[in-house]
């Protein structure tokens, strides 16, 4: 089979750790686009779901921190953070570990991995999965791309691994869908929390939902950190998706600033287009 | 001894049950465990989240750290606030990069 669901949407703890302070309006019509979205997931009827993620130290640090990784796991663990600060209950989430293996076996052809055979999800993932399957019912290949500690992955490397990914699901016998998840331009977690710059992640998400790949691909972490705060460098996410569904378009189906969660709070999803070329094209 | 070792600890308390057992039972033998200076132990011990930020403790770190030690959401990112006030601009780690406050 291949890919049968694409989409992507924001992850910050906020969105349920002070969902009571936020503006009922808008946090209502984000939480109904969120769910929107996990009806179109199930509809997709996805084996398994990729989630393309920043993860926040959780698993990954310094001394020994990986670009990309992804769970090879039977299960996971999450959240990591107190329950209670997340508002989400501590459970156990289904891996699809062989699914896992073959994936990373056939993008190593493309990039170099890193695998996890154990991973506590952070909010990162959490946060999603408690929309996108409340009960933790569809196996889950978690992916991070580091966005935290620098050295980062160059943009391109990005692209590179979600066309690797796209790749490798094509040659799958299973309905796979990939979220990526991230925030656009935020300063989280700093005395700047809350800032938003909401015309930054407007031009953003207009050149990733077009896929525009060069104008993706000529941010610099120098730009986006000065204009979109150090949350920004998780476009990483996106653009991964972004080559994960090259030659498509998507549709933005939420998009508002909502200070408290201190992220533009996003919901997208990609009509996704067959790739053009194989393997040996992309080398 | 550095931003690493600082970092280090709080990475390893936000994730790993037995070491917040240890901190729980005898906060000292796992502080004794990093190399820490005078400064970073004070500051981890007290604790002075607001220096913390300005060392360049990141924040995906430090608010977990802020909130074991009690800190509700508003008076963590008071406390930060206060730490640039008292102590300067972020000295080094990712929030240097912009001069500071970023």
Known sequence: MSLVFAGACSHAPGITGRAHRADPAVRDRFYANLDRMRLALEAARPDALVVIAAEHFANFFMNNMPSLCVGMGESYEGPIEDEEWLRIERGRIPGAPDLSQRLITEMMHEVDLAYAQEWKFDHGIMVPLHFLTPQYTLPIIPVNINCQGPPLIPLERCWAFGRALRQACDRAPERIAVIATGGISHWPATPDSGKINEPWDRAFLDKFLNNRRAELLAYTDEATYREAGQGGLEIRTFIALAGCTEGSRGELWFYAPIPIFAVGCTVAVIDIAPLAGGRAAAA | ?102
């Open chain 2, 1 to 102: 001894m550095s931003l690493y070792h600082v970092q280090k600890l709080i990475y390893q308390l936000n994730r790993d049950p037995s070491v917040r057992k240890q901190y729980e039972e005898n906060f000292d033998a796992l502080l004794a465990g990093f190399e820490l200076t005078a400064e970073e132990l004070r500051a981890i011990r007290d604790p002075d989240i607001g220096l913390l930020y300005v060392m360049g403790v990141n924040g995906q770190l430090l608010m977990h750290y802020a909130a074991l030690r009690g800190y509700e959401w508003d008076a963590y990112i008071e406390a930060m606030r206060q730490g640039e006030q008292r102590y300067g601009p972020v000295r080094t780690g990712l929030y240097k990069r912009a001069g500071g406050s970023p």
